[in-house]
């Protein structure tokens, strides 16, 4: 067994696919698929299924999984620790998060810590949905991790603050008038929804349900950045992080009465470390949050 084979069963899983997984490997197809069955000749049985489209984890392989990941992961640590005590670097930390929250949140934040620390590098894993999050940095993945705290989380929780959301609508859209609007007013309307998987996804479903009603789909996206600017395009209204945002946004934003929001928090392991905590320190002072940055928005 070797940190090669694991690297690629992990890719595979995460890409869907040996295809995908070939191309992001930068393999043939039948080199990988060479070295998942050593690799499965190694553990004594099959731990991924072919499918016509796509893998699946065998039982077998979703016990092995998150170890592979652990192993990869403490590997890189290995890696990281060697080069700074040869000079070769001063360090890394690694940061999970979530796709939104990367690039609505993080932006200022590795803003601030490259012109702080220059020689401590990120490296950024970035998740569709919280509970993906979590998971990962239970498996050892990342430093710390950013996003929807979990409620069972054995460790030490940052809270940051809360995120707050708008709908997105073209400026001549009959709402567009207004500065609120209430979800149930939107109830007939199909949305700017996200894809299956992505955790906007639960959170738009939970609060148009918490209106009365289910919102039906025009279009889902997979990217957080493409909803606000289908939702200007008119295929329907978005619900969006005010975060992600450009300036000068050629649409219209609409608080949601009532507010929707989302509390954020930064999540560690057990054990001090001091890299971690500073980055923890400028993620509180430079996290775009604040509702001012709403008002802006609708202004």
């Known amino acids: 067994m ?26 043939t197809q039948p080199a990988l698929s060479h070295q ?12 991924l299924e072919r499918l016509p489209r796509s893998v699946r984890l065998t039982p077998m392989g979703r016990a092995m999984l998150p170890h592979a990941r652990a192993t990869l992961a403490a590997a890189q640590k290995a890696v990281s620790a060697a080069r700074q005590a040869a000079g070769l670097q001063c360090g890394e930390i ?33 998740h569709r949905h919280a509970d993906e ?20 989380w054995d460790g030490p929780v940052h ?14 859209d009959p709402v567009a008038p207004a500065t609120t609007v209430r979800l149930a007013d939107l109830a007939e309307r199909e949305w700017v929804h996200y894809a299956p998987g992505n955790g906007l996804a639960d959170l738009l479903d939970q609060v148009c349900g918490a209106a009365g009603f289910q919102p039906r789909a025009a279009v889902r996206t997979e990217q957080t950045a493409a909803a606000p600017s289908l939702a200007a395009a008119g295929l329907g209204p978005a619900l969006v992080p005010a975060n992600v945002l450009p300036p000068r946004f050629a649409a219209h934003l609409l608080r949601p009465d009532p507010p929707v929001r989302r509390r954020l928090a930064a ?33």
Request: include cysteine.
């Open 36 to 47: 998942v069955r050593a690799l499965e000749r190694t553990t004594g049985g099959p731990l």
């Open 159 to 172: 809270p940051l603050g809360e995120e707050e959301f708008v709908v997105v609508v073209p400026p001549d």
């Open 94 to 126: 690694m940061v999970a998060t979530l796709y939104s929250v990367g690039l609505g949140v993080l932006p200022p934040v590795l803003k601030a810590w490259r012109r702080a620390h220059p020689d401590v590098h990120v490296r950024l894993f970035e």
């Open 267 to 299: 999540y560690t392991r057990p054990g001090g470390d001091p890299v971690v905590s500073a980055f923890i320190e400028i993620l509180r002072r430079k996290a775009i949050l604040v509702p001012g940055h709403v008002r802006r928005c609708l202004n």
């Open 2 to 27: 070797t940190l090669r084979q694991l690297e690629y069963l992990v890719t595979i899983v995460d890409a869907g696919s040996f295809m995908r997984a070939a191309e992001l490997l930068h393999v």
């Open 133 to 152: 999050l979590a998971a990962a940095m239970a498996q050892g993945q990342a430093d710390l991790a950013v996003g929807a705290a979990p409620s069972d």
